[in-house]
């Protein structure tokens, strides 16, 4: 398995309270995405990383933001949470690799984060 | 409509039977696919990558049609285990990292 962690695994917040998710990863992967799931939606992306401080949003990235200091540690901060953003949250990693075909780029996940905001 | 569409199911078959998953997608410049599968409560984790020659690994196959833009995903003779959700994944056009995920198709092996 590939080595990303995210911390903390579990959290229950209050609305309006500032909330701070981290991955961690081992592989020294230049690409790094945070996503969110529910229910209907499937993962929807929140922001993603392709280098140190080089950072993009997803399509779901109001009232989230990220920073990424070091190759292995991307955040996640909500500023003020809501119980929209009541969520299971994925890092997720990844390093492109060039094929006679073109590219091939496989995500590996981190065990995810379970959000609670109420 | 959404880049990236599977059949949600589920899909409720005995042990032993072959089910076949199909996932379309919208960007005919995509260039990479995968399969995912996702056990309750678990982060998804790759099943198999699908290339345009078709490939298989046991008794999974995956086969690519760029002309109609759909992957497929054959199931051959179901455990029990294989009880999860299966996500379609595509990624480009190239220089484009970012991956679209369907929202998956659920599959249920029972007795």
């Known amino acids: 398995d590939a080595g990303i962690t995210q911390s903390p695994r579990h959290k229950v917040t209050e609305t309006g309270t500032p909330v701070t998710l981290r991955c961690h990863q081992t592989?020294?992967?230049?690409?790094m995405y945070w996503y969110r799931q529910d229910p209907g939606h499937g993962l929807r992306l929140i922001h993603y990383?392709?280098?140190?401080?080089?950072?993009d949003k997803g399509e779901v990235s109001d009232g989230y933001s990220v920073s990424r200091s070091k190759t292995e540690d991307f955040l996640l901060t909500l500023e003020s949470a809501t119980s929209s953003q009541t969520s299971v949250y994925f890092c997720?990693?990844?390093?492109?690799?060039?094929?006679?075909?073109?590219?091939?780029?496989?995500?590996?996940f981190g065990p995810g984060t379970r959000l609670t905001v109420l | 409509r959404k880049e990236v569409e599977q059949d949600p199911g589920p899909f409720n078959v005995p042990e032993g039977a072959t089910v076949a998953f199909n996932c379309t997608y919208s960007?005919?410049?995509?260039?990479?696919f995968f399969w995912y599968r996702q056990d309750c409560r678990k982060e998804p984790k790759l099943l198999m990558s699908?290339?345009?020659s078709g490939n298989e690994d046991g008794r999974f196959t995956a086969q690519l049609n760029r002309a109609s833009q759909y992957i497929s995903l054959l199931i051959r003779d179901s455990k029990l285990s294989d009880s999860a959700t299966y996500l379609c994944?595509?990624?480009?056009?190239?220089?484009?990292?970012?991956?679209?995920f369907g929202r998956g198709t659920s599959l249920i092996v029972h007795p």
């Open positions: 997720a990693i990844s390093e492109p690799e060039r094929t006679s075909g073109g590219y091939t780029d496989t995500q590996y």
């Open positions: 592989e020294n992967h230049r690409y």
């Open positions: 990383s392709y280098g140190v401080k080089d950072t």
């Open positions: 960007n005919s410049a995509s260039q990479s």
């Open positions: 699908v290339y345009s």
């Open positions: 994944v595509v990624n480009g056009p190239g220089g484009s990292y970012i991956p679209t």
